[in-house]
């Protein structure tokens, strides 16, 4: 093996995370709002169809004109598991995984922390963090944690 | 366009596990064990050649695998030749299109093969690849494989009625027991409703016992024009009806969660072309990929009320002498799961179930049999029924 091979450089298909930059991403607003605090989708132009997640062609009426709308900071689990055994290679056990139900109707999948068994609740409300993903490049991922009291 | 009858003629598949062998030495062993299950067969009767197989670039490094899986079969195409993926329902779905392409009268003979290699030294990296099955951009760069989205569906399901760990754990007591009759099965060793309380939790509220297995394997069929049928065979089962919905990928999109709408879809267009109802069944291979699937089965296939799937197979009526016997070659849970294969190796169940050759797993007097295979986040649901006499 060369020097050059065994210097292990960046493979794509090893990658759990996309490439989130404008060079490399149509939707690269998302991240950059996302690094900013705030979780957005994007809100097609034509007929105000709003999907999860962002698309830059709209299921509804197939237009390809959208803007970018912010999503709520708290939504509500609507189903969750916790995973204890064979996840991939990057991620660690306990892995807290839920779907989340926001007020407008919205679902997305989305992993917890900052959480414990006693948080795996259907109906438990829960609030947006952002995650630095680690790695040579700067990128940014979208989780949610349990909302504490007041 | 006149519809011509078609029929599945030959079928034989590798044993299936932690295999010491290669992808195309699965292959090999599923295709000798399909010609020797049809001794009038060749590979020159063989018009057209489908390859069933998900991720071989991932498992094994490979890709144009339908030409190389025709080779090492002997098979030179003259009417088609393409590889067809649907993740875990490849094999149910690459049945339903040379089903097209005979029936409409483009091929006579075309042969179907199933393959995945998916053991791999390490096993992380096959746990890595699977990751690839979901919504990369969306949802695997949150660790989403399969466990914890059917555990998620359990979750709902118990929710909305009442379902236990208890009847999950049955169909895999059931499964466990069928599959270990079945000769090519990954697991032949039954177990016990606290076998699977004490196996290793996986994803809450599955058990590892409540799992499909990684497997390696390979699966081969050949389905022919009723004018050719005789040539190969006494033996052959009909296609009697298909049908197919699909859903989409992102786990957020998925058009239900306790309730499958698209099974109802797709079980409901292969009734009607088959001209049969759910009581009609006498026997089933279903998509056991996590016991919570099973229980979902029966009731959007129609075996009982929505709702009543728990109490469907805690009652024994999916077991034999119930209502209709499901699973009985052991299912994914028992006979594994190599994803491409799956499909192909329930529809050689079948042929074995309708005439009299599944030995001590036989069926009495199975004459109509369903098959369901599904993939992704339960969204896209394949369904085949057979019958032992034309229709
Ligand atoms: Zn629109």
Redesign the pocket.
Known sequence: MSERMSEQPYINTMDVYPLEAAEQNKLYKFYDSLREGRLTTTK?T????IPWPPRTL?P????DEFEWIDLPRKARIYSCTVQTAGVPPVFEIPLYMAMVEFDNGLRMLTRLVETTEDDLEIGREVELAVLEVPGPMSRVVHAFKPVRGN | MEIRRVAVVAGGASKFGARQATYRDLISEAGKACYDSAPGLSPNDIEGFLLSTVMPERFVFQTHVAPLAAETLGVTPSKLVARVELLCASGSSAIRLAYGFIASGLADVIMVAGAEKMYTPNPAETVHHTLAAGDREWDAIHGLTAPPSFAMVAQRHMKEYGTTKEQLALVSVKNRRNGARNPIAQFRKPITVEEVYASKLVAKPLNLFDCCPITDGAAVIVLAAEHRVKDFTNEPIWIWGTGQAGGGNNAANVPGWAEWPRLRVAAKNAYQMAGVAPEDIDVAEVHDCFTISEIIEYEELGFCAKGEGGKFIEEGRSDYGGQVVVNPGGGLISRGHPFGATGIAQAIEMKQQLHGHAGDRQVPNAEIALTHNLSGFATEHTIMIYGREPK
Request: charged letters at 0%; proline letters at 0%.
């Open positions: 097609c034509s007929c105000g169809h709209c509804n009426c197939t237009s």
